[in-house]
């Protein structure tokens, strides 16, 4: 779960000077991230197999 801390220190972390689109990017990246996560920790992922097959079905 993204929480107000993981944000602040994404925010800290980044260089100065840094423009708005640098925070977003960050965020967003963050957010991601923590939804990865939080799906893998609930077996909410798919097998490289899988993967395989859709990406193939997609390109037919």
């Known amino acids: ?3 107000k801390e993981n944000i602040i220190t994404t925010i800290n972390g980044l260089e100065e ?3 708005l689109d640098d925070i977003l990017e960050r965020i967003i ?3 991601k991230i923590e939804r ?3 799906e893998s920790k609930n077996n909410q992922v798919f097998s ?3 993967v395989d097959k859709r990406i193939e079905s997609w390109l037919v």
């Open 36 to 38: 990865g996560l939080e």
């Open 17 to 19: 000077p840094f423009v």
């Open 29 to 31: 990246l963050l957010e």
């Open 48 to 50: 490289e197999e899988e």
């Open 1 to 3: 779960m993204l929480t």
